[in-house]
């Protein structure tokens, strides 16, 4: 190819085409947002308003122009402009200008047919697309896409998208089909009634006759007859209905409703879903099957990310009648294909601007917020999440989690119509080992007062070991379910989802709900502290540090300090600042209270006097809470400090073993209720987390003060109550780690998600990168100093350890074996550091894969209870 051809091509062809289809694109788009805002009556306004202006010029221009001095003016114009146009200069300057006219002119006489030629051949062809794209609603480029590519690629199967499955025609047979199935339906003595004949086959005399039954029959028969059906696909949803007219007698209308039990359920349609009983509705003019079913052609087209799918993958495998391998290698041709298709210039430019609007669009959550989230986590130091089960990633896992969930629909659907209750399918979402199935009541419905017996009876019908967790909202009612295949949720995108604005300093996540919403724990002045709920294993101290990450995220160290304390173990040690991983947030040194109760305590004890410290202060300066504080005093502005206490009830517990006198003083049921009571207005937060919510334990005088609840897996019903009191929500029938319900938001207005799992090397690099960022903080106060401040002369420095201790104490890399020998040699060292990191970080312990940590654990822990006798 010589140059000049390449030129032809790049100006004669390629030019013209992309200037034309990129005015198509901008035409479309406008159309669209003006379609989008049409406003009939602002239309007729300003038609009307046009059409006066237009009116009163016309006629000022007929006044004006019929005027003597005005066509005097006019003759003057033209004559002085003739005398300008005479003279040489005028001339030359003529002429001169005429030589590029004509240039100009020859240029536009060339190129105009070129472009005419690129307007003609794009315009033509879009327009058509694009009434195509209006009658299926959906945008203009998202049908080229379609059509365009499909057509190139596949002729057969964009015919299939021209006369398929999303076209007003489609909707149309279909709903012509339901009506020849509703009247197939009829029961043979209907139609003999209506044939005039009775059920012997005996013809009534002139047509008449017959006895009331039979007169029944025949309403019966031509009321199902004359049965309207509507289907329509738009916006994302397919949309069915049918209408049987009701009569005037109750007796005939019994008989109406009787003949269309169970039609739901006989009839199988594509993405229509009927309850399986009709519902009386006066209002839309009889007994109504009606089904909303989510419906994306679509969405086909935009899941390319099929093709890096591994066709040999767990999930693919043939188990519980699931497709199997084959299946897998034919997704992952198609996926190859559709992947092509997004190579479209048009799905690529569509792509560009849907990442510009997601990079440049204004969050509007900025607008009334107080503080601007800030990003502080290098998320590139998190890995992927992935199930650790399968080893696949979200993607795969949500698409497996979906197709698992959706055969059980038309299932969950009758289990609810047996025990009466005919909602009409709302919608299906999935998100950790949920399957949450969601129903819109209808106005009259008739719920029990006690889900218990429902719960029980779906978990029969339904065949599962589990209980569904039913809840009711607004208006609908949401069946959720262990769906048995794990969407992992990943933290990166729950950082990035995440308003921008935010109301208060602290403000973090739990996790994310079923449709990827994110769970916002938000503690100010609304919401001083909360409280975390959790049996034992089910993902408490795993919520603590996501909502501990995430605030860190979006605050620096010179607003917010952060303790921690915990009740029974060490899970904080690594957030010492004189270890190897220090974090710039950590207010003083960790607390764990299993082996130091009384650092614990003196802990307490200094946010009790901090709380009181402060409320002194701002009286003096006669301020009335710490957000005017900092405003009044900006350069000796204090930070908020966030305490948490993992497993308070082990620290509020020992206070019985305290006498009188040291409960009076060192008593910590009595601080917490000291700080939950008066320590919001200084910015001292609590977020408390327990095993148990059980009276015994958790005493009444802090959970009475505090009202945030977020609650994981209980063990007991009356726990529930307990932890998220007058929600009547079962949490104690969640079986899965990290799902948690949280009624931050109201107790009419829970949310109900799942929390992301941080492994320990990747929050050791949280906290090296929020180090590199902000630097090396040293601790507010020092261990000592808490002691001395609170115990005085009492407090002695630490005693000699006077046992044993390892020569070379094992690293975290170190070997099971190598544990167990250290803990055999060291018995003593080894049951006094039981809890220490020397264990609790150890590679195997926490080892990836499940099954391998759960055993190296119980091998851990039973040498610790052999050399314990
Ligand atoms: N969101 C999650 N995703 C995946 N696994 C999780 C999640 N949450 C918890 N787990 C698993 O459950 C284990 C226990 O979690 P965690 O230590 O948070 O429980 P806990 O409620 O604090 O228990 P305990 O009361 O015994 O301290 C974790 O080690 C992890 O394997
Ligand atoms: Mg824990």
């Given at each position: 190819m010589n140059s000049n051809d390449f030129y032809t091509i790049i100006f004669q062809w390629v030019l013209p085409f992309a200037t034309m289809i990129g005015l198509y694109v901008l035409l479309t788009k406008y159309l669209n947002s003006v379609y989008e805002r049409m406003d009939i009556e602002i239309i007729w306004k300003r038609v009307i308003q046009i059409a006066i202006v237009i009116g009163l010029l016309t006629v000022g221009w007929y006044f004006i122009t019929h005027q003597e001095w005005f066509k005097n003016a006019v003759f003057y114009t033209k004559s002085g402009a003739e005398w300008v146009g005479n003279t040489e200069q005028a001339k030359a300057a003529g002429q001169f200008a005429n030589s590029y006219w004509q240039r100009f002119l020859q240029f536009l006489l060339y190129w105009i047919p070129v472009y005419f030629r690129a307007f003609v051949v794009v315009w033509v062809v879009s327009t058509f697309i694009y009434i195509r794209s209006l009658m299926w609603r959906v945008s203009f480029i998202r049908g080229a896409n379609i059509i365009i590519s499909t057509a190139l690629v596949y002729p057969f199967l964009s015919l299939k998208y021209l006369f398929g499955y999303q076209t007003p025609f489609f909707d149309f047979l279909q709903s012509r089909l339901l009506i020849a199935k509703l009247k197939e339906n009829l029961n043979d003595s209907y139609f003999k009634a209506i044939q005039g004949v009775d059920d012997k086959g005996q013809k009534f005399e002139a047509g008449i006759g017959g006895t009331v039954q039979i007169q029944r029959y025949k309403a019966t028969a031509i009321a199902i007859k004359r049965t309207r059906a509507k289907v329509t696909t738009a916006g994302g949803s397919r949309r069915a209905e049918l209408i049987t007219k009701n009569s005037r007698e109750t007796d005939t209308d019994k008989l109406i409703e009787q003949s269309l039990q169970g039609f739901g359920k006989r009839l199988v349609a594509p993405s229509i879903r009927f309850q399986d009983n009709p519902i009386l509705n006066a209002d839309r003019g009889g007994f109504v099957f009606d089904s909303d079913v989510s419906y994306k052609a679509g969405d086909e087209l935009g899941s390319w990310l099929g093709i890096f799918s591994n066709p040999l993958a767990d999930g693919e495998k043939?188990?519980?009648g699931g497709q199997g391998v084959f299946h897998a290698i034919k997704n992952l041709y198609d996926g190859v294909f559709k992947y092509m298709l997004h190579l479209s210039p048009v799905a690529v430019s569509e792509r560009l601007i849907s990442r510009a609007k997601e990079l440049f669009t204004p969050d509007r959550?900025?607008?009334?917020?107080k503080y601007v989230a800030q990003s502080n986590l290098d998320l590139s130091l998190i890995p992927k999440p992935v199930d650790p089960e399968t080893g696949n990633d979200k993607e795969t896992q949500m698409k497996i989690a979906m197709k698992v969930a959706q055969e059980r629909i038309s299932e969950v659907t009758n289990a609810l119509n047996i025990f009466d209750i005919s909602g009409v399918f709302y919608k299906l979402m999935v998100g950790g080992n949920t399957a949450i199935y969601e129903y819109t009541l209808t106005r009259t419905a008739d719920l029990p007062n006690d889900f218990r017996k429902l719960q029980e009876g779906l978990s029969q019908i339904l065949k599962t070991k589990d209980l569904p967790i039913i809840e009711v909202k607004a208006g609908k009612i949401s069946v959720a379910m262990v769906n048995g295949v794990n969407i992992p949720v990943d933290f990166r995108d729950m950082i990035q989802n995440r308003k921008k604005g935010m109301n208060t300093i602290i403000s973090g996540m739990a996790g994310v709900d079923a449709l990827g919403n994110n769970i916002y724990v938000e503690l100010g002045d609304m919401l001083p502290h909360i409280m975390l709920f959790g049996a034992t294993g089910f993902g408490k101290t795993v919520t603590i540090f996501n909502i501990a990450y995430s605030i860190m995220s979006a605050v620096d160290p010179s607003m917010l300090r952060i303790q921690y304390i915990d009740g029974k173990g060490n899970s904080f040690e690594f957030m010492r600042n004189d270890r190897n991983h220090p974090n710039?947030?950590?207010?003083a040194q960790p607390a764990n209270a299993s082996g130091d109760i009384e650092y614990a305590r003196a802990l307490l004890k200094h946010f009790e006097r901090e709380t009181r410290r402060r409320i002194e202060l701002f009286g003096e300066e006669g301020v009335s809470k710490l957000a005017v504080y900092n405003q009044k005093f900006p350069d000796k502005a204090l930070y908020e400090i966030l305490v948490i206490c993992d497993e308070f009830s082990a620290i509020t517990d020992l206070d019985k073993t305290l006498n009188y006198e040291d409960s009076v003083e060192y008593g910590t049921v009595d601080t917490f209720e000291y700080i939950a009571k008066m320590a919001r207005s200084v910015g001292i937060h609590l977020l408390l987390a327990n095993q148990t919510a059980r009276k015994e334990k958790v005493p009444g005088r802090i959970t009475a003060n505090i009202a945030g609840r977020v609650s994981l897996k209980v063990n007991e019903p009356i726990e529930s109550d307990i932890a998220?009191?007058?929600?009547?929500?079962?949490?104690?029938l969640i079986q899965q780690a990290g799902e948690f319900y949280s009624t931050l938001n109201g107790i009419r207005n829970a949310e109900h998600g799942n929390s992301p799992f941080l492994s320990d090397d990747t929050m050791n690099d949280l906290n090296d990168g929020l180090t590199k960022k902000f630097g090396a903080r040293d601790y507010v106060v020092t261990r000592e100093e808490v002691m001395r401040e609170i115990y005085g002369d009492k407090f002695k420095e630490e005693e000699a350890y006077n046992y044993d201790i390892p020569d070379t104490i094992p690293n975290a890399e170190a070997s099971i074996d190598e544990l167990v020998e250290t803990i055999s040699k060291y018995p003593e060292w080894a049951v006094a550091n039981k809890d220490s990191a020397v264990f609790t970080r150890n590679k195997n312990v926490n080892a990836d894969n499940l099954k391998e940590r759960r055993e190296n654990k119980k091998i851990i822990q039973d040498a610790i209870k052999q050399v314990t006798r």
């Open positions: 043939i188990s519980n959550t900025l607008d009334n917020a710039p947030f950590t207010y998220l009191p007058d929600s009547k929500i079962p949490v104690h």
